[in-house]
């Protein structure tokens, strides 16, 4: 793996420095009791959050993902979110930006990202293409995750020096102190040209 965290950094911060980008996640039907897979539901709109922290504590992986990525592929991967809380939690907002770049010029590379849920793969972006916000847990007792099953493509021109980014953030909000705490992290993976 390269370590080159310009994207994913970037799409990260962008999200943190507005309020309202988070609060502009449609507010789909309620999510899954159960807190062990990451449904399309709630609206942090909704949340008494008078205070936002990015100090949250939780851990947030993407597993899976082959490396390299070819570009013109599709690769499977899954989102990983652990209540790493002393206490259990009601719900996680969940939240990924996916992209590439090209190493040499710093160039963005196409890149399109999609969860399955539903039975379906549907797209992360949203219509208004401001952000990857794409739903949340159920409830989570301390140590339990919750995941969700994804793939990402990058566009098949991409050169062999391209870098994939992944900025991840899960957001918890506690309506005991009216603090929405935020845990940020981010990651790269390899990018393979096309196959001939």
Aim: hydrophobic share 40%; with cysteine; proline share 5%.
């Amino acid at each position: 793996m390269r370590h080159h965290r310009r994207a994913a950094a970037t799409a990260v911060a962008a999200a943190l420095s507005s309020v309202s980008l988070l609060a502009a996640g449609p507010a789909w039907a309620a999510a899954d009791p159960s807190g062990g897979t990451i449904r399309p539901g709630g609206d942090i709109a909704d949340e008494n959050c008078e205070e936002f922290s990015s100090l949250g504590p939780l851990d947030i992986e993407l597993t899976g993902i082959p490396d390299p990525v070819v570009a013109g592929e599709w690769a499977e991967f899954t989102y990983r979110i652990t209540n790493t809380y002393d206490y259990p939690v009601d719900h996680l907002y969940t939240f990924v930006a996916l992209g590439a770049y090209d190493t040499i010029d710093g160039a963005d590379i196409a890149t399109r990202g999609q969860w399955f849920v539903r039975g379906a793969w549907r797209d992360l972006d949203r219509a208004d293409d401001t952000d990857e916000y794409f739903g949340r847990t159920g409830a989570l007792a301390p140590g339990e995750s919750a995941e969700a099953r994804m793939r990402v493509t990058v566009d098949a021109s991409a050169p062999e020096r391209a870098l994939g980014t992944a900025g991840m953030m899960g957001t918890f909000a506690d309506d005991a102190t009216g603090v929405c705490e935020s845990t940020v992290t981010d990651m790269e993976f390899d990018v393979a040209a096309e196959l001939s």
